[in-house]
C-alpha cells in the first residue's frame, strides 16, 4: 500500500469553473475525511466518511461543495463556481474506526482560483 | 467552542539541544485524544505522537515526548536531541476522529 494519494497535486482555475480532486485512502481505513488550510492556518475539517456515508459536514462546506464516497473506497470533492477565497491546500485523510491512533495524510491539492 | 493554542508561531533549536513547544486546548469532550503532526516543507503531514486523555502516563517516541497536564488543558512536546531533519511546521490537534488543528510552530533547527 502506497498510503494516501490525492489527485492532482496542483490545480490551477478560472474564477467561476468547477474542480473535482480524487483522494485515494489506505486500502484498509474506512474513515475518509478532507479538511482544508489555508496558509498560517492549520487544517480546517470539512466532512468525513465512514465506508460510503458521509458522517459530518462543517458549516465551512457550503452548497457550492460536495464530496462523494461511491463504493467506500476512493472519495471526491468538487466545487462549483470556484471563488478566489477557495484558493488552500485540500487535504485528504483516512483512519480505521475503533480505537483512534490518527490519521494519515496524504500529499494535498493546492488549489488557486485565479 | 472547540479550541486549539500555540502560541509559539517560530521556533529556534540548536543541533543536538533539546526544545519545547507549546499548545494548550479547550473541549467539552470526556474522552479525546492529543496530537501532534509535523509537516515539513511542501510535504505530507505525519504523526510524531499521540496520547489518549484518558491515560496519566506521558506519550513518548523515540526523541519525542509530551507534557500532558489534563487539569490545566496543556499538551506540550518536547523535542531531544534535535536533528536537522525535525525543522517543519508542528501541529497540535484534538479530539475523537474529527480534530481541531492549532496554527502551528514553525521549527528551525540551526547547525
Known amino acids: 500500500d502506497t498510503g494516501v494519494s490525492q489527485d492532482p497535486r496542483h490545480k490551477i482555475t478560472k474564477r467561476g469553473q468547477n474542480v473535482t480532486f480524487r483522494c485515494d485512502p489506505i486500502?484498509?481505513?474506512?474513515?475518509l475525511y478532507w479538511y482544508r488550510q489555508t496558509l498560517g492556518q492549520g487544517p480546517e475539517f470539512l466532512t468525513y466518511?465512514?465506508?460510503?456515508?458521509?458522517?459530518?459536514k462543517s458549516r465551512l462546506l457550503s452548497d457550492r461543495f460536495s464530496a462523494e464516497r461511491p463504493k467506500g473506497s476512493f472519495s471526491t470533492l468538487e466545487i462549483q463556481r470556484t471563488e478566489q477565497g477557495d484558493s488552500a491546500m485540500y487535504l485528504c485523510?483516512?483512519?480505521?474506526?475503533?480505537?483512534?491512533?490518527?490519521?494519515?495524510f496524504g500529499s494535498g491539492t493546492r488549489l488557486t482560483v485565479v | 467552542a472547540q479550541t486549539v493554542t500555540q502560541s509559539q508561531p517560530e521556533m529556534s533549536v540548536q543541533e543536538a539541544e533539546t526544545v519545547t513547544l507549546s499548545c494548550t486546548y479547550d473541549?467539552?469532550?470526556?474522552?479525546?485524544?492529543l496530537f501532534w503532526y509535523k509537516q515539513p516543507p511542501s510535504r505530507q503531514m505525519i504523526l510524531v505522537i499521540r496520547?489518549?486523555?484518558?491515560?496519566?502516563q506521558n506519550a513518548t517516541e523515540n526523541r519525542f515526548s509530551v507534557n500532558f497536564q489534563k487539569a490545566a488543558k496543556s499538551f506540550s512536546l518536547k523535542i531531544s536531541d534535535s536533528q536537522l531533519g525535525d525543522a517543519a511546521m508542528y501541529f497540535c490537534?484534538?479530539?475523537?476522529?474529527?480534530?481541531?488543528f492549532g496554527t502551528g510552530t514553525r521549527l528551525k533547527v540551526l547547525a
Open positions: 496520547q489518549e486523555a484518558y491515560k496519566q
Open positions: 485523510a483516512s483512519s480505521q474506526t475503533g480505537e483512534d491512533y490518527g490519521y494519515t
Open positions: 486500502s484498509e481505513h474506512n474513515r
Open positions: 490537534a484534538s479530539g475523537t476522529y474529527k480534530y481541531i
Open positions: 466518511f465512514q465506508n460510503e456515508a458521509q458522517l459530518e
Open positions: 473541549t467539552s469532550e470526556s474522552d479525546y485524544y
